[in-house]
C-alpha cells in the first residue's frame, strides 16, 4: 500500500471506515462482533496472549469466524483487572480473564447472547457486577485523548490508525504548507510538556523553527525511568503511529528531515511494535522521501537506551544519541539553538507527541478549552501503591488528587488510613492529606512541594514509614547519578548516608539541620535536573513528616513500623511452646523447651520475621 498523495490518504481514510464500525456503533447492529483482546506489558505477561489465541481456536471452531473478530489492542489502563477483553458493539467489558475463559466467553456470549457473568467487574461502590466502562468507577472520570486509541485500534495495523483519522492531521499541515501557522496553533492549543518540566511544547517547536543550522533533529523522548511508570511505554505498544505522525509534523513545522525516538532497550514489546509501525509509515509514503506526494522528507530511527535515569534529561539523552556517555551539560545555549551534534534539536516526550495530532486535528480552541487557565488539556498517570484500583489514568487537568486517590483510584485497600501521595518519581516529593482537594496542574503542585513529572503517582498508607520513603528515592538517584557534577555525586550521597543513620536510630538533631542545608545545597548547585530535584522527597517529608523524623531521632522509635533497626520482635506469654518458631529461625536465636515460654536472644535476632509467619498462635510480634 503506497499512498501518493493527500487525497489519496483522504480516501483510504474513507475506505478503511468499515474496519472499525463496530468499535465505535452505538449500539447492537448484527450478530457481527469484535473482541480487542489487551495486549499491554502487563496483560501480555499475564498470559493474554494464549488468550487471544484460545479465543481464535474457539470461534474458528464453533463455526462463527464469519462474525466475530478477534484482535490484540493497546491498554485499557485498568491494569489491575488484567487480562481484560473488551466486546464489541455491545459494549461488555470483561476483566481478569484466563486462557480457559474462551470458550465460555464464545459458546455463552457470542453464540448464546448471554455475557459470562462472573468475567464481569464487581463494582465496589454498589456491590454489583456491571458490563460497560461507562459504570465503572474507574473511568467515569476518565478523558482519554492521549490514550485515545488505546483498547479501539490495533496497534499492529496502520489501515486501522487510519481508519481512526490517523496521518490526516500530518495531510492537514502539509496541506496548509504554512510551519509558522502550524506552530502558532500548537503555541495557542497550550499544550506543555508531560515529560515533567513542563515547557510550553509550541514554544520550543518554534524557537527550533527559528534557529539556523545545517540541519535539525527532532527526538522523541521515550526513555522512561521512573520508578513505577508506565504511561510512554503503553501509548507506544498501543498507539505507535501517532507518535510517528506527531514526529513528522514537528519535523515539517521546525524544518527537519530526521528525527530519533530514544528508548530504552528493557522496553522490548514497545520497540517491536514501533519497529512495525516504522515499516508500514515507510511502504505507505508517510515517512521517507516526497511523503504524500508534498515534496517533504522525513524518517525516523530508533536509537536504543541502557537504562540509566539520567538520560531521560534531553542534554544526557542527546549526548547517548551521539555514541558518548550520558552525561549532561549546561544549557548555556538552549538545545533549540544548539542540541544534537551542535544542531537546533527539538525534544519532546511520548506522551507529549501523542496529544498533537488530534490537536491539528480538532483545533487549539478545542484542547484549550480541557484543564486549567496554565495546564491544558490532561495528564496520564502510572496509579499505584496503596490503592484499589492500580493502573493507567488519563484525567482532565485540574482534577483533585482526592478525586484520582478515591474516586477513580477506589481509595486505600485493608481498611487502611491515606497517609500521602507522592508524584513525579523521584523527582517529586509527597503530598499529605491536607491537600488531597489541590487540582493537579503544574503550579499547584510544586507549590506545595512536589511535582507533576512525568506521571508516576504512589500512593502511601499509615502502614510507610517518610523517613524510609525518602531514603528509598535518595537510594535510586544515587544509584542513577551520572557524578559528572559534585553537588550532585557527593551531595545525594551524604544525604543517603544521614538518611541510612537516622533509620538505624542514630541520627542527631544536627543531622536534621544538616539534611535541610544540603537540600538547598544539592537542588541550587547541581548541573541537570536530576540534581536539582534530587533532593525533593527529603524536603517534603521534612516538611510535612518531620514529627517522623523526630520520632526516629528522639525515641529511636519508628511510628510505622518499617525501619527494621528500630523494632524488635517480641514472644508474648501466648507461647505455647510449640518450638515451631525455634525450628524456623535461620540464625538459632530462639530458646525455650517444648510447652514452655520461648525467648528471643535480641542481639543475634535478625528480625526477619520467619518466626511470625511460623507462629500458630500469634504470639510473635514485632513492636
Not at 112 to 133: A, R, W, Y
Not at 318 to 327: D, K, N, V
Not at 530 to 554: C, M, R, W
Request: glycine share 10%; proline share 4%; with cysteine.
Amino acid at each position: 500500500m503506497k499512498v501518493n498523495s493527500i487525497e489519496e490518504l483522504k480516501e483510504l481514510h474513507v475506505s478503511k471506515l468499515p474496519l472499525l464500525a463496530l468499535r465505535q456503533a452505538k449500539a447492537h447492529v448484527g450478530k457481527e462482533r469484535v473482541l480487542m483482546v489487551c495486549g499491554g506489558t502487563g496483560c501480555h505477561s499475564a498470559s493474554s496472549q494464549e488468550l487471544l489465541e484460545n479465543l481464535r481456536e474457539e470461534v474458528k471452531s464453533q463455526g462463527v469466524s464469519d462474525l466475530v473478530e478477534v484482535k490484540a489492542t493497546g491498554c485499557f489502563g485498568f491494569c489491575a483487572e488484567g487480562p481484560i477483553i473488551k466486546v464489541f458493539p455491545d459494549d461488555v467489558f470483561y476483566v481478569k480473564v484466563k486462557p480457559e475463559d474462551a470458550k465460555r466467553i464464545v459458546c455463552e456470549h457470542l453464540i448464546g447472547g448471554t455475557p459470562v457473568e462472573d468475567l464481569l467487574f464487581l463494582e465496589p461502590t454498589i456491590n454489583e457486577k456491571v458490563q460497560t466502562m461507562q459504570e465503572m468507577e474507574f473511568y467515569k472520570k476518565q478523558l482519554r485523548i492521549a490514550l485515545r486509541n488505546c483498547g479501539i485500534i490495533d496497534p499492529e495495523e496502520i489501515e486501522e490508525y487510519i481508519a481512526a483519522k490517523g496521518y490526516l492531521a500530518l495531510a492537514k499541515v502539509l496541506e496548509e504548507a504554512n510551519p509558522e501557522a502550524s506552530t502558532k496553533l500548537l503555541i495557542d492549543s497550550g499544550l506543555r510538556g508531560r515529560g515533567g518540566a513542563g515547557f510550553p511544547t509550541g514554544i520550543k517547536w518554534d524557537a527550533t523553527r527559528k534557529a539556523t543550522g545545517e540541519k535539525k533533529y527532532v527526538i522523541c523522548n521515550a526513555d522512561e525511568g521512573d520508578p513505577g511508570a508506565f504511561m510512554d511505554r503503553s501509548l507506544l505498544e498501543g498507539d505507535p503511529h501517532s507518535i510517528i505522525e506527531a514526529m513528522a509534523i514537528a519535523g515539517y513545522c521546525i524544518g527537519s528531515d530526521t528525527g530519533f525516538v530514544y528508548i530504552r532497550a528493557e522496553y522490548p514489546l514497545a520497540i517491536h511494535r514501533l519497529e512495525i509501525a516504522l515499516d508500514q509509515a515507510r511502504k505507505a509514503g508517510l515517512l521517507g522521501e516526497n511523503i504524500l506526494g508534498t515534496g517533504f522528507n522525513f524518517d525516523i530511527e530508533i536509537k536504543y537506551g541502557a537504562g540509566a535515569f539520567v538520560c531521560g534529561e534531553e542534554t544526557a539523552l542527546m549526548r547517548s544519541i551521539e555514541g558518548s556517555r550520558g552525561e549532561p551539560f549546561n544549557k548555556n545555549v538552549f538545545p533549540s539553538e544548539q542540541g544534537l551534534w551542535g544542531m537546533p534539536t527539538c525534544t519532546n516526550n511520548v506522551e507529549t507527541l501523542a496529544n498533537v495530532p488530534i490537536i491539528f486535528l480538532n483545533g487549539s480552541e478545542w484542547f484549550s478549552s480541557i484543564g486549567t487557565e496554565k495546564s491544558k488539556g490532561t495528564k496520564v498517570f502510572a496509579l499505584g501503591g496503596k490503592v484499589r484500583n492500580i493502573g493507567l489514568v488519563e484525567v482532565p487537568m485540574g482534577t483533585t488528587l482526592r478525586e484520582l486517590v478515591f474516586e477513580i483510584g477506589g481509595g486505600i485497600p485493608n481498611d487502611r488510613e491515606f497517609k500521602a501521595v507522592q508524584t513525579g518519581g523521584p523527582s517529586g516529593g509527597v503530598i499529605p492529606a491536607q491537600f488531597l482537594d489541590t487540582p493537579i496542574d503544574y503550579e499547584s503542585l510544586v507549590e506545595i512541594g512536589s511535582m507533576m513529572g512525568s506521571g508516576g503517582m504512589i500512593v502511601l498508607d499509615e502502614d510507610n514509614c517518610m523517613v524510609d520513603i525518602a531514603k528509598f528515592y535518595l537510594e535510586f538517584t544515587c544509584e542513577e547519578s551520572c557524578g559528572k557534577c559534585t553537588p550532585c555525586r557527593i551531595g545525594t550521597t551524604r544525604l543517603l548516608e544521614m538518611l541510612v543513620k537516622i533509620t538505624k536510630g542514630q541520627g542527631t538533631h544536627k543531622d536534621l539541620e544538616n539534611l535541610a542545608d544540603l537540600s538547598k545545597t544539592v537542588t541550587s548547585a547541581s548541573l541537570c535536573g536530576l540534581g536539582k530535584t534530587a533532593a525533593n522527597p527529603v524536603v517534603s517529608t521534612l516538611k510535612y513528616f518531620y514529627d517522623e523524623y523526630l520520632a526516629h531521632v528522639d525515641d529511636k522509635k519508628c511510628p510505622a513500623g518499617v525501619c527494621k533497626d528500630l523494632l524488635r520482635i517480641e514472644i508474648s506469654d501466648r507461647c505455647i511452646g510449640c518450638t515451631k518458631c525455634a525450628r524456623v529461625c535461620p540464625v538459632s536465636c530462639i530458646e525455650g523447651k517444648v510447652k514452655e515460654l520461648h525467648v528471643i536472644n535480641q542481639d543475634e535476632c535478625i528480625k526477619c520475621q520467619a518466626c511470625i509467619a511460623a507462629c500458630p498462635v500469634n504470639a510473635i510480634e514485632m513492636v
